[in-house]
């Protein structure tokens, strides 16, 4: 009886402490459960703000993309307004974009008379007197063989000594006017020039080729192909070779085309289109012979009067050709 009252009162015992054990359990859960409930708010809370702050942060970025953007384009804008800019200056005077080409800053245009086949009689005098009763300069590119006797060799001298002035070689022969065969041997054309050089006592290696528009400055040679061997030799022992922009025409041998006011015009509107072979710069090809009665004398005088009296002209002669800016004139 002792015996099973112990058993059964160990047993409500027993029972007693699981409940016990059941509600420490549940305390211990419920903590639990609220930690965990506490943790995850916690995380959710965290992740929100992330999410929130990434958001602030794309938005900032998208903000400085689209100021940059605009920045970008603004910049754009500039720079494709000064490229016109420039583009719109170099299709006035001729050059190629953005090439890095050396121009003339100034407003001024540079005009380079050249009287060919001299000396000619009375042409050259004409010409001559004209140029010195205005103050212009000018070249003439002479032909030995046309250096013959005291008067022409003295009106050679003369222009030769005058510092407006400078006599250039044009030949000797002037091919004979067999353009064709002249330039097929450069060697017998060399030796031409050098002939040339010697009989008209010349100061300066500036040379125009007979019959042919063609060039070599600073040893880049251009125009007619059929003149190139000619034109290297030359340019080896230290010529400059020039061409021409503009032709006062004549016919019959001796007789101006153009008129003094046509002329003027064609000077100014290849001048302003850039059709020239430097920019701001004009080579104008006239003979002497086209001034020998006084009627064309007259419309010689006319023409470099009226560029004269417009400061936008400037008259030099080639031994300065190219001139980059007005402070370099003397």
């Given amino acids: 009886m002792k015996l099973y009252c112990f058993i059964v009162i160990l047993f409500i015992g027993l029972?007693?402490?699981?409940?016990?054990?059941?509600?420490?359990?549940?305390?211990i859960s419920e903590k639990l459960n609220t930690s965990?409930?506490?943790?995850?708010?916690?995380?959710?809370?965290?992740?929100?703000h992330n999410k929130s702050?990434?958001?602030?942060?794309?938005?900032?970025?998208?903000?400085?993309?689209?100021?940059?953007?605009?920045?970008?384009?603004?910049?754009a804008h500039r720079h494709d307004s000064a490229t016109k800019e420039r583009n719109d200056h170099n299709k006035i005077f001729g050059l190629k974009s953005d090439k890095g080409i050396a121009k003339d800053s100034s407003n001024k245009y540079y005009i380079y008379l050249s009287f060919d086949d001299g000396p000619q009689l009375p042409g050259t005098y004409n010409c001559k007197n004209i140029l010195e009763k205005y103050n212009?300069?000018?070249?003439?590119?002479?032909?030995?063989?046309?250096?013959?006797?005291?008067?022409?060799?003295?009106?050679?001298?003369?222009?030769?000594?005058?510092?407006?002035?400078?006599?250039?070689?044009?030949?000797?022969?002037?091919?004979?006017?067999?353009?064709?065969?002249?330039y097929k041997n450069a060697k017998n054309a060399l030796q031409d020039?050098?002939?040339?050089?010697?009989?008209?006592?010349?100061?300066h290696k500036l040379a125009r080729l007979p019959g042919r528009n063609t060039w070599a400055v600073n040893h880049q040679i251009k125009g007619e192909s059929s003149a190139f061997d000619v034109a290297k030799k030359?340019?080896?022992?230290?010529?400059?070779?020039?061409?021409?922009?503009?032709?006062?025409?004549?016919?019959?041998?001796?007789?101006?085309?153009?008129?003094?006011?046509?002329?003027?015009?064609?000077v100014k509107n290849t001048l302003k289109s850039g059709r020239t072979h430097y920019p701001n710069s004009i080579v104008?090809?006239?003979?002497?012979?086209?001034?020998d009665k006084p009627q064309y004398a007259d419309s010689l005088q006319k023409?470099?009067?009226?560029?004269?009296?417009?400061?936008?002209?400037?008259?030099?002669?080639l031994d300065k050709y190219p001139i980059l800016s007005a402070e370099k004139i003397k």
């Fill in 15 to 27: 029972l007693s402490c699981k409940k016990e054990d059941k509600k420490k359990l549940n305390n």
């Fill in 36 to 48: 965990i409930s506490d943790s995850n708010s916690h995380i959710d809370s965290v992740i929100s």
């Fill in 53 to 75: 702050k990434k958001h602030s942060n794309l938005l900032v970025k998208k903000d400085s993309l689209i100021n940059l953007n605009h920045s970008d384009s603004k910049n």
């Fill in 136 to 182: 212009v300069r000018a070249t003439f590119f002479m032909i030995g063989v046309h250096n013959t006797g005291l008067v022409r060799e003295k009106l050679v001298d003369s222009l030769n000594d005058n510092p407006l002035f400078i006599v250039c070689n044009h030949s000797d022969t002037h091919a004979n006017n067999k353009y064709s065969l002249f």
């Fill in 193 to 203: 020039f050098l002939t040339a050089e010697s009989k008209l006592k010349l100061k």
């Fill in 234 to 266: 030359l340019d080896s022992i230290g010529y400059s070779i020039f061409g021409w922009d503009l032709e006062w025409r004549f016919v019959h041998s001796n007789i101006p085309v153009e008129s003094a006011s046509e002329m003027i015009k064609k």
């Fill in 284 to 291: 104008i090809l006239m003979h002497d012979r086209m001034f």
């Fill in 303 to 317: 023409f470099i009067s009226a560029l004269k009296n417009d400061k936008q002209y400037i008259f030099e002669t």
